[in-house]
């Protein structure tokens, strides 16, 4: 009786451990859609958020790997300044900025990088003093 026990517990044990090395590998376009966004440090706000959705595929069909970052302004610096200093990093890094950005508190843009089309938008929160990022990652066919 007590072998089985030792088995069963040994089992559960074994499913922790791949449950665990499984939960904590990220895919490439996440990985990617990290170190895109590292370069995004507005000094005129902070952040106040953060949420990834890393690919996987629901009911056949594939869900894109996604950051979404919120920035509050500091000091007396307010969400326009935060967005304005974010759009300034995008085309400095060379975002390609999409044609429909005529919406004057939201901005979308592309990034090419290797195999993977990055799309962002930079919206201004109309209800809070935010500003929030997004990016989402689509591999190239």
Not at 45 to 69: F, H, M, N, W
């Amino acid at each position: 009786m007590k072998h089985k026990l030792y088995i069963y517990i040994s089992y559960i044990i074994l499913a922790l451990g791949i449950l665990f090395f499984f939960s904590g590998c990220k895919s490439a376009e996440l990985k990617t859609l990290e170190s895109t966004v590292s370069t995004l440090q507005p000094q005129m706000g902070r952040e106040v958020s953060r949420s990834l959705e890393d690919k996987d595929t629901v009911l056949g069909k594939p869900v894109y790997a996604k950051i979404r970052i919120q920035y509050e302004p500091i000091n007396q610096y307010t969400k326009e300044d935060v967005f304005d200093e974010i759009v300034a990093i995008l085309k400095k890094n060379s975002w390609e900025m999409n044609a429909e950005n005529i919406v004057p508190d939201a901005f979308s843009a592309s990034l090419q990088q290797g195999s993977l089309k990055i799309l962002t938008t930079v919206l201004i929160d109309p209800d809070e003093n935010l500003v929030t990022v997004s990016m989402q990652a689509h591999r190239n066919p």
